[in-house]
């Protein structure tokens, strides 16, 4: 059960839970690309780069939509959008620019060019939110047969109040663990099925890996540590 691709929260000599603020997030572990929820689902999350309809004519524009109406109707589970805002963080690419630009010597008004574009790009930087980016990702999900309209429709207080009543135990961990071995692949054609689906609408996916995934949660739990949030 463990491994060096799982997270998992904490246990106390006696295999009760410490309850702290890691017991009430909804998530018991993440195993690879896919999340285990504390109530036994599993969830797989794709990323969407997203398609400027602005640079299409009516006549594609319309396609698109109907070939994304097309796929959202003919699905037979529920899936979760969400929309993600963000500030763009350029300090990587000033770090690019600034190299190439300090390795000009035969050529002072380039320089000088660069410099100036360098001072651009960084007081841009300071004032964030000047540049402003939308992240999308489409969450899958998987109950046993039948249980998912039930699970991911379930109101939100009642979440929360499963989560906050859930006393993990050792049995409890091992359960879901071997729920996780039984049914991922059935997770997985899920998620092929929306990626797939997705890709032939001509958007960009990817399914979320263990460190992106871990990054993603960081931040939405966190978003005062995350200067990049909205």
Do not use: H
Not at 114 to 135: C, H, M
Request: glycine share 8%.
């Amino acid at each position: 059960m463990a491994g060096s691709d799982s997270l998992k929260i904490k246990l106390n000599k006696k295999g009760d839970a410490v309850y702290n603020t890691e017991t009430m997030l909804p998530f018991s572990e993440i195993q690879g690309n896919t999340v285990i929820l504390k109530d036994g689902g599993l969830r797989g999350v794709i990323k969407v780069e997203g398609v400027n309809l602005d640079l299409k004519n009516g006549d594609e524009i319309a396609i698109v939509i109907e070939q994304y109406k097309r796929f959202v109707n003919g699905l037979g589970f529920p899936v979760q959008i969400i929309v993600r805002n963000t500030y763009l963080d350029l300090s990587e690419y000033l770090k690019y620019v600034t190299g190439n630009v300090t390795k000009i010597d035969d050529n002072p008004v380039l320089k000088q060019q660069g410099e100036k574009y360098l001072q651009f790009l960084d007081s841009i930087n300071l004032q964030q939110g000047l540049v402003f980016s939308k992240e999308f990702y489409v969450v899958v999900p998987f109950y046993p047969a039948g249980e998912d309209d039930k699970n991911v429709r379930k109101a939100r207080w009642a979440k929360l109040l499963d989560t906050l009543n859930a006393k993990d135990s050792a049995e409890k961990i091992v359960q879901r663990y071997r729920w996780f071995v039984k049914n991922r692949r059935k997770l997985d054609t899920r998620v092929s099925l929306i990626m797939d689906g997705l890709a032939g609408i001509g958007l960009t996916v990817s399914r979320l890996q263990l460190k992106e995934l871990t990054e993603l949660f960081f931040k939405y739990y966190n978003p005062q540590a995350d200067s990049s949030q909205a």
